[in-house]
């Protein structure tokens, strides 16, 4: 029994190893990723001479093809063996590292993007299972847990300071320095890390696609509308095409065999309510970064590293009130919690639609970055617990999952429709699409304006996140009892 337990858990004794260092690193690489790409929009804008909906698409084609097929990502791991395909996404996203630094255009650009969302989804969801199979249970797989949580928030702030200096040298670095990063975890992981056994497990193949498609279907229609005409059969078609996939993906879930998005999940009415939350303060957080960025360099004329480093208090805010959250989330009502740090965040998203050219960072900016995100950390905070709340400990992961897919699949969208907002204000007022190098100052005024018109747009996601928040009935014990469970499921 004890060789057995040896080969199941590898690392028994502390967690900080070859293989943390593995998992971690690859969880780091692949927050670095999300963060810098928005620090580099205007820089890459320019060099390529994007449209605006070009420039967006850099965007939500890795995040599409990420949110899209996560959850069949992670059905990949136990079908075929979760080293191998571990080491095959992280494989993928490296090669699409390459293909996006030498990328010459619009669309090698975005297809190399939307490969590397790809590889994420692959490898993202495979590397927190691996977890489970490499540490043993009890203090050892908590310190993992912990450390491989702690990616996010260090890659997260790293991630503006780092692809800022790198965006200053070229553009084309964020990308490239991942190339070495990941021939360096696929190097180590062979040897780290020991493969499960396969399951012989249907994969709801159909399902991943029909859901990614839609979802691109809707995304582009916004997208492309401001530009091309809400009347132009392109954009009628993206829209009706994108609803009807979608709808084709609930039938195909309906009858699948190992569906990805099981119903029996969505029975409860308060749960149903919290994923609508949480796609939409998703909304928020993939929409706003971008905009703010923008507006910093194009309009306050910021250096890529100036930017980044702007985005900083953001993260001390969020982080206060995410520790703030996790106390109260056991005592009150949490979605008191959720509607206050979404009317915090509308509030303050509603003055930042006021800014203009003759504003500065420090006496009109730096205080609201730091209260949104503070609005930010209290609202996301209890929202995944909310989608755990009262199940069994069998239903946690399947939960956890779709809730991080609501939140990562919906940001697109979300950033579709704010995106249009901005591009057809800054066109309705005399602007153009394109760089901002080559406008005018009466254009550049255009397009601030066009740019703070997003941020009223992230105000009324985050109004409508604090309305549907509100039918959230989860109650202090249920969310105590969620976080106990999720701690039991961790050391199971």
């Known amino acids: ?42 820089r890459i804008q320019d060099d390529l001479v994007l449209s605006d909906s070009g420039r ?30 571990f080491i095959g996404g992280v494989a993928l996203f490296t090669l699409a590292s390459l293909f996006c630094g030498i990328a010459v ?3 090698t650009l975005i297809a190399a993007r939307a490969l590397q969302g790809v590889g994420a989804a692959i490898a993202s969801p495979t590397a927190l299972a691996l977890v489970a199979t490499t540490f043993a249970p009890g203090p050892v797989r908590n310190q993992a847990i912990a450390i491989f949580a702690a990616m996010t928030g260090i890659g997260s702030v790293t991630g503006l300071i780092v692809g800022g200096a790198l965006t200053e040298v070229s553009w084309r670095w964020i990308f490239l320095i991942n190339v070495p990063i990941g021939l360096l975890i696929m190097g180590l992981a062979f040897g780290s890390l020991v493969e499960t056994s396969a399951e012989r497990l249907r994969l709801d193949v159909p399902g991943a696609i029909l859901a990614t498609l ?11 509308g401001a530009e091309l005409g809400w009347a132009s059969p392109a954009v009628i078609v993206a829209l009706v095409g994108g609803a009807a996939l979608l709808a084709a993906f609930l039938v195909v879930e309906r009858r699948a065999e190992n569906p990805l998005l099981p119903f029996s999940l969505f029975r409860n009415r308060d ?76 509030l303050g998203l509603l003055y930042g639609s006021t800014l203009d050219s003759s504003s500065s960072y420090m006496q009109d900016m730096f205080a609201l970055v730091v209260v949104i995100g503070f609005g930010v950390g209290l609202a996301v905070v209890p929202l995944p617990l909310c989608a755990i709340a009262g199940v069994g400990q069998h239903e946690i992961g399947p939960l956890a999952a779709i809730a991080q897919v609501a939140q990562v699949l919906f940001g697109p969208i979300g950033l579709a429709i704010v995106g249009a907002m901005a591009t057809s204000r800054t066109l309705s007022l005399g602007g153009i699409s394109g760089p901002a190098a080559d406008m005018t100052p009466d254009q550049l005024d255009a397009l601030s304006s066009g740019y703070t018109f997003a941020l009223l747009g992230c105000a009324i996601f985050a109004a409508l996140a604090a309305v549907v928040a509100l039918f959230i009935r989860f109650t202090p014990e249920e969310v105590a009892q969620a976080q106990a469970a999720e701690k039991a499921a961790q050391e199971a």
């Open 105 to 107: 255009g619009e669309f």
């Open 1 to 42: 029994m004890p060789e057995t337990t040896a080969v199941k858990y590898p690392v028994t004794t502390r967690a900080f190893g070859l293989a943390i260092v593995v998992l971690g690193g690859m969880q780091l690489m692949m927050v670095l990723d999300g963060t810098v790409a928005s620090l580099a929009l205007a």
């Open 271 to 346: 749960r149903v309510a919290t994923f609508a939350a949480i796609a939409l303060v998703g909304a928020v957080m993939f929409s706003l970064a971008p905009f703010v960025a923008l507006f910093v360099q194009d309009i306050l004329d910021f250096t890529p590293l100036r930017a980044g480093l702007a985005f900083v208090p953001f993260a001390f805010g969020l982080g206060a009130a995410a520790f703030v959250a996790s106390k109260l989330a056991v005592r009150i009502q949490p979605r008191w919690l959720v509607v206050t740090g979404t009317v915090i965040t509308a």
């Open 56 to 85: 967006n698409w850099v965007i939500t084609s890795y995040a599409l093809t990420y949110g899209g097929l996560m959850l069949l990502g992670g059905r990949l791991g136990d079908a075929f063996g979760r080293k191998r395909v």
């Open 214 to 224: 839609g979802c691109t279907g809707i995304v582009f229609g916004f997208t492309e």
